[in-house]
Each structure stands twice: as structure tokens, then as C-alpha cells.
């Protein structure tokens, strides 16, 4: 199938893009980005964003961040599921999710910063568009981004009435239930509700019980209203969200386990992966709400300028409960809770005092709590059970950022953006020992400078250097007072050149970017002394490298081809713990995924319209540690999946029908590699696995 698909590609670009099938010469559909903080077309801004749309979301069954990085090149995702999810861009991830850590890619919905792991994973629910912007982020962002930024931007409410029902089913006992309704509520205000309800069993089987494990059930309910003036908006929105899923299914992935722990057993690649033993299939799993409320003030003060106001209330309940190792043999069982409050609160200023000169500039302020809790239950341990931990942590962060964007000739700007980032955490910990309360403050000023170059109307270039930070914390998990210390920020330095093009009459859109980044003081998390106990250090450098390039083309006006693809070349430069190391790949980082696909749209006679969707996606290998290639039990299998849309819609598309199937070869792959955290000397780590090829149809009444 991969033989075939590629050869074809020569011919076939293929992905997923729309095409207009209207008369007349094809052309490819401008896409307006908000990456800038302004809507602006992709082709006008000189950063590397890849826009994925509410179409494709729902055609391909993109449901939150971890299906979202299985699509787009050049990102990649780790961890274990819901509770411990982990993103990265180029290269730059995060290895730790303990109560005062941060992430290296900024999350966002609607503007609004999410900071907890934990809530990260988003519901892809209602959605007009999803932004993957790469490399550091900042000056324009409330949070600073050392990796890249997602935005998530909701559908707004609509002057006219309209809505949708949907229902979804599929194998696995798959179903899924949609409602959406937005209209007028006055003149001046309008508003939108939406709900979705989505279950289905699980993949994988508990042997003994014959029960599924890895069940999921979710309810999104989201509302929004929209007060438009004339010269103030304001937008208030809600979410409450509630997840009651099954273990994520896993495995151990390495010739031997921690030799601390001869008891739990190695398994091999070999092994059946949809078949897992445990004596406690019917118990457990992940159990999370999550509360959003936002304020949105837009006010403009004259005709070039105008004032923004973001505020944002969060709150996310996480429990689990879960076998770690799932096995035959004796477990660890791990029982924890995450409890977070966020507050915060965004300014922004935009000015435009001339045709050749524009500005905004920021402070942004937030408040987070965060209760950490976790026992790690040890059956048949030398010493006797359970580990206790819990953390407290409270930061307090503090941005101001601003950017300068100015004509410095007929067809060039230079654009220049600066940032002060303050992040104060304080904390305390109950790990079986007394500790006393840490309190530590980082601070960073960092800038970014680019310069955009129109050759002509359809072909641009720029180039850009960009730092970003990430706050340092504290060693929450530790074991004992000396291991109860704070580590420090890492930093990142980016270099990139890029396109920005069409061709043949805007038929075709080619957009693409070389880059260098120089990752310094990389927080990485370890094992202790072959203990449960774990440690953050800041150990040493890696630098990034590669090109990206993503092609739309507008073949006919019912025919389009897209290609996007990134080549990454992390190596690690430094590494204090181990030396001998250096030079090794960076974990859980491909260095070559694309994404192939092809639009095709067939109108009928009677006004009804028939399209077709198919898309192919690889990514290569990845390492789950900093060995590489010493046992190959450790090594992420490439991914190449194939995934299949058919819909069908009524003239007015009032009525629309459509049948799909994801992983059409039924490929097992392991989804997430968690990085063997004793990557000093140990030989283990822990994998999920993707899903299963599935298949379903969706009806859909609009209104």
C-alpha cells in the first residue's frame, strides 16, 4: 500500500484542501489566520503556520491534540493518554508534568492561555480552524511559546439562524451525537450553543475478564454570546466538559525492566497488542471535568486604535487510577489526582497610525493553583508500600510584549517584537518526609526580528530569529530533602528562512521554511538511584534543523492535491549526565513526516453534490530515550496510515451523509513513547498504541 501510494503521489499530491466548484479557473481558497493576533492572510505573515480546518477536523475524526499531532508534520506528541499528554514542535518538548511545570508549546482556545498538561488535549468540538504555529512564540502571545503555539478558535455566533444535528456510528459500538444552534437574540446580540455527547468500547481486551480497558466517553456543552456595537464587542463564553474513559492500554517496551524491579516482566514486539492481562480491567481509568468561562472586550477607541480585554477562569478536576505496567505479573497501581484553578487576564493594545506603520503591545497576567496528588501502590516489593506524594504550587506569571511592524520600502517590512516574561512559583510537598516550603522567580527578556519581502503580488520572502523561554520549578516528586531543590529555565534560539507563493494563476499555493534552533538547558526528567523517586535537571543542548513545505493545488474546480512534509534533524549537542550520548537523535522526534491527500468533488444532476477525501500520512521512527538504537524494543515503529472519506450532500446541502474509515490497513503502531526517565542507564519505556482501523457513517441535517 505504501509503495503504491507514494508512487503515485509523482502524480497525485495528495491531503485534503477545498477546492471552489464554481466556473471558471481554479484557484486555491485564501486562508486567514489569526497567528499575528490580527486576522491576516497565511501568505502576508512572515511565520511557519499550518491551518487545519473544521472540515478536515471532522472528516478525518480529529477529536483533540493527540489526533491533531498525528496529522501534522514536523510536531510530534508523548506521554500517556489524557493525564499526561506532552507536545512538540522542531524538536522542543516537555518530559515532566509535575504541579510546577510548564509546557514548551503554548495551548490556546479563543485566545485564552491553558497551562495545566492535563487540560491540553482539548475538544475539538465546534472548531472553525486549528493553528499549529512553529517555532518560539511571544511577542505577540500572552504566554510565551519556546516551541511553537496551538490556537483553537470556536466557532462565533452568527447574525443569521443556523445550526446542525448530527449523529455518528461506527464499529467498536462507536456513537456520537451532535448539536449546534446560532442565530439572532436582538439586533445587537446573538448567541450559540452547542453539545456533544461521544462514547464507544474499548480496543483492547483484558484477557482474563474479557473486558474492554480502553473505553472512552466524553460530553462537551459550550455556549457563547456575542454583542456587537458600534465601536464595542463583547464576547462571553462557556465550556464544561467531563471525560470517564478506560486506561489507555500499554506496554513495556525494552529487553529488561528497571533493575531495581526484576519482578515485572520485559515484553517484546511480538506481543499482541490488542491483548493485555490485569485483575483490574473493570476498575479504574481517567475521570476529568473541565470548567472554562471567558471574557472578551473589544473596543475600538478611534479609527487606529483599538483595545482588547481577555479574561479567563479555568478549572480542571483529574483523577486516575490505573495498572502502569499492565501485566500478568505483579503491578504498580498508580491512583492520582490534578486540581488546577487558572486566572487570567490580558490587555492588548492595536495601533495603526499609518498605511506604513503598525503596532500592538501587551501585559498579560495570570494566576494558577495546582494540588498534585499520587500514590504508586507496589505489589511485592523488597520494601513495604505505598509511595505517597502530593505538591502544592501556586505561579504567579507576568508578560508584557509588544511589535513593531514598519514599511521600510515599497515591498519590504521589518518587523520587531520584544518581551518580558516574570514567572514566581511557590510550593510545598508531603512526600513522606518533612520539607520545607520553596519559593524561587525566573525572569527573561527575549525579542524576535524578521523581515518580509514582497518579490511580487504572489511570491514573498522572509526571515525571521526568534527566542524563546520556558520557566524553571521545582522537583515535586522528590524522595528526600536533598532531591527537594528547583531547577532552572530553558531557552531557545530560531533561525529560519521561508516562502510564501502562489503559481500558475493562484492555482497553486507553496509555502515552506528552512530552519536552526538551539535548544540550551533542557529540563529532563530521571529516575533516582533505581527508586521511584524522580529528579529535573537541566543537562545539557540539542540543536534542531530542517525544512518544511506544504503544496496546495487546484487541479480543476472540483479536483485539489495538498502535500505538506518536515524533514527534522534533532541532535543532541550536549549531555552532562552522559557524554557518550552526544550526537544521538533527540527522543520522540521524527525526521521525516508528511501528510498526502486528495479532494474530489462530483455534483450530480438533481443539484446534490458527492465528495471524496483520502489521505495518507507517515511519520518515521522515534526513540523513546536518549540511546537510540541500542534495542530496538525502544524504537517507535514508522507510522503510514490511510484514512477514507465519502460524503454526500442534498442541493442546499440541508441533508449530508458520510461514510469513513481511519487506518484503512489496520496498521499497529505505537501512538505515544513515553521516554525511559532513567535514560542515564536504564534500558525500558512504556508505549500506547494507536488505534485500530474503524469505520462508521455520519448523518448530518443543517439548518
Known amino acids: 500500500m505504501k509503495k503504491y501510494i507514494l508512487s503515485t503521489a509523482g502524480i497525485l499530491l495528495l491531503a485534503v484542501t477545498t477546492i471552489a466548484s464554481s466556473e471558471g479557473p481554479a484557484h486555491i481558497q485564501e486562508v486567514i489566520v489569526s497567528a499575528t493576533r490580527i486576522e491576516q492572510s497565511l501568505q502576508d505573515i512572515p511565520i511557519a503556520v499550518h491551518a487545519v480546518s473544521g472540515e478536515e477536523i471532522e472528516a478525518f475524526g480529529i477529536s483533540d491534540g493527540l489526533d491533531l499531532f498525528n496529522r501534522v508534520p514536523g510536531i510530534a506528541t508523548h506521554g500517556l493518554g489524557k493525564h499526561q499528554p506532552a507536545y512538540g514542535i522542531r524538536g522542543v518538548v516537555s518530559t515532566q508534568e509535575g504541579a510546577s511545570s510548564d509546557t514548551s508549546v503554548a495551548f490556546y482556545q479563543d485566545g485564552v492561555f491553558i497551562s495545566r498538561f492535563v487540560g491540553m488535549s482539548g475538544n475539538f468540538f465546534d472548531l472553525s480552524q486549528v493553528e499549529v504555529l ?45 448539536m449546534v444552534l446560532s442565530g439572532p437574540l436582538s439586533d445587537s446580540l446573538s448567541g450559540r450553543v452547542g453539545v456533544r455527547y461521544r462514547k464507544r468500547d474499548g480496543f483492547t481486551e483484558e484477557i482474563t475478564s474479557g473486558d474492554d480497558i480502553d473505553f472512552k466517553e466524553e460530553l462537551v456543552i459550550r455556549g457563547a454570546l456575542k454583542y456587537s456595537g458600534e465601536n464595542l464587542d463583547i464576547n462571553v463564553r462557556a465550556e464544561h466538559a467531563e471525560d470517564d474513559d478506560g486506561w489507555e492500554a500499554r506496554a513495556i517496551v525494552g529487553p529488561e525492566l528497571f533493575s531495581g524491579f526484576p519482578f515485572l516482566p520485559p515484553t ?75 486566572l487570567t487576564q490580558e490587555f492588548r493594545l492595536v495601533g495603526n497610525p499609518s498605511s506604513s506603520l ?43 510584549y509588544g511589535s513593531l511592524t514598519a514599511d521600510v520600502t515599497d515591498k519590504g517590512s521589518l518587523i520587531f517584537g520584544l518581551r518580558y516574561s516574570r514567572d514566581e512559583k511557590e510550593e510545598s510537598i508531603d512526600n513522606g518526609f518533612v520539607a520545607p516550603e520553596l519559593n524561587n522567580e525566573w525572569s527573561k527578556v527575549t525579542w524576535d526580528l524578521s523581515y518580509f519581502h514582497s518579490l511580487n503580488e504572489d511570491v514573498s520572502v522572509y526571515t ?84 518544511e513545505a506544504e503544496l ?41 513526516s508528511y501528510v498526502l491527500g486528495i479532494t474530489y468533488d462530483l455534483p450530480l444532476n438533481n443539484g446534490s453534490e458527492f465528495r471524496m477525501m483520502a489521505s495518507f500520512r507517515h511519520k518515521d ?13 525502544r524504537v517507535g515503529e514508522e507510522m503510514d496510515v490511510v484514512d477514507l472519506n465519502a460524503n454526500w450532500s442534498s442541493p442546499e446541502k440541508q441533508w449530508q451523509v458520510a461514510a469513513w474509515v481511519r487506518n484503512l490497513t489496520d496498521q499497529e503502531s505505537w501512538a505515544q513513547i513515553v521516554p525511559d526517565l532513567g535514560a542515564f542507564d536504564r534500558r525500558n519505556g512504556s508505549a500506547t498504541f494507536s488505534a485500530p482501523r474503524t469505520f462508521g457513517l455520519d448523518f448530518t441535517y443543517n439548518f
Open 134 to 178: 512553529k517555532g518560539p512564540q511571544g511577542t505577540m502571545f500572552g504566554k510565551n511559546a519556546a516551541g511553537g503555539a496551538i490556537q483553537l478558535i470556536t466557532n462565533a455566533p452568527t447574525e443569521e439562524l443556523e445550526g446542525h444535528l448530527r449523529a455518528e456510528f461506527g464499529d467498536y459500538n462507536h456513537q456520537k451525537y451532535e
Open 621 to 633: 521512527k522515534v526513540f523513546s530515550d536518549l540511546q537510540n538504537n541500542l534495542y530496538p524494543y
Open 464 to 547: 525571521k530569529y526568534a527566542q524563546g523561554y520556558k520557566p524553571g520549578g521545582f522537583n515535586d516528586e522528590a524522595g528526600s530533602v536533598d532531591e527537594w531543590v528547583s531547577f532552572d529555565e530553558e531557552f531557545v534560539q530560531s533561525y529560519e528562512l521561508g516562502l510564501k507563493s502562489y503559481w500558475l494563476d493562484r492555482s497553486i499555493q507553496l509555502n515552506g521554511s528552512i530552519f536552526f534552533m538551539v535548544y540550551e538547558d533542557i529540563q529532563f526528567e530521571s529516575f533516582i538511584n533505581q527508586t521511584l523517586d524522580q529528579a529535573i535537571a537541566n543537562v545539557g543542548e540539542m540543536q534542531s534543523q530542517g525544512v
Open 358 to 400: 503598525n503596532w500592538q503591545a501587551g501585559i498579560f497576567v495570570a494566576n494558577e493553583e495546582v494540588e498534585r496528588g499520587g500514590n504508586i501502590y507496589v505489589a511485592r516489593l523488597p520494601s513495604p508500600g505505598p509511595f505517597d506524594d502530593f505538591a502544592k504550587n501556586e505561579t504567579n506569571s507576568l508578560g508584557i
Open 268 to 342: 517484546g514486539p511480538d506481543q499482541d497488542v490488542r491483548k493485555v492481562r490485569t485483575t483490574f480491567a473493570n476498575q479504574g481509568g481517567y475521570e476529568r471535568e473541565i470548567d472554562m468561562f471567558t471574557l472578551q472586550i473589544d473596543y475600538a477607541i478611534s479609527d487606529s486604535l483599538s483595545l482588547t480585554s481577555i479574561t479567563a477562569h479555568r478549572e480542571v478536576d483529574m483523577h486516575v487510577l490505573t495498572d502502569l505496567f499492565v501485566s500478568n505479573m505483579p503491578r504498580l497501581f498508580q491512583l492520582s489526582d490534578d486540581v488546577s484553578k487558572q
Open 552 to 592: 496546495l493545488w487546484a487541479a480543476t474546480n472540483n479536483l485539489g492535491f495538498n502535500v505538506s512534509i518536515a524533514y527534522n534533524d534533532a541532535e543532541i549537542t550536549e549531555f552532562e549526565p552522559n557524554p557518550a550520548l552526544e550526537g544521538n537523535q533527540f527522543y520522540n522526534t521524527p525526521e521525516l
